[in-house]
């Protein structure tokens, strides 16, 4: 439903967006993303929804697109 915090959650998770309250565990310890490098740096990424694809490319090199090359597990 609109207005559930679905986005703002991922958007902390990803390490876009500073909680106002609460703790993130990452592996059971307590983590406080500065940015989306430390976010990344654990593992962790937000991928936006977009509907203009690369219809040129499979699921993989959509995902992969915009990542400057650097490595992702899927």
């Known amino acids: 439903e609109n207005g ?3 986005s703002t959650l991922l958007k902390i998770l990803a390490g ?3 909680p ?5 565990l ?5 983590v406080r993303f500065r940015g989306v490098e430390d976010a990344l740096g654990k593992g962790i990424a937000l991928i936006h ?3 203009n694809l690369a219809d040129n ?3 993989a090199g959509n995902v992969k697109l915009g990542t ?6 899927a």
Request: glycine letters at 14%.
């Open 4 to 6: 559930a915090g679905k």
């Open 16 to 18: 876009v967006q500073s």
């Open 20 to 24: 106002d309250s609460g703790e993130l």
């Open 26 to 30: 990452v592996d059971g310890s307590p």
């Open 49 to 51: 929804q977009e509907l």
């Open 57 to 59: 490319l499979d699921v």
């Open 68 to 73: 400057n090359g650097t490595s992702f597990a």
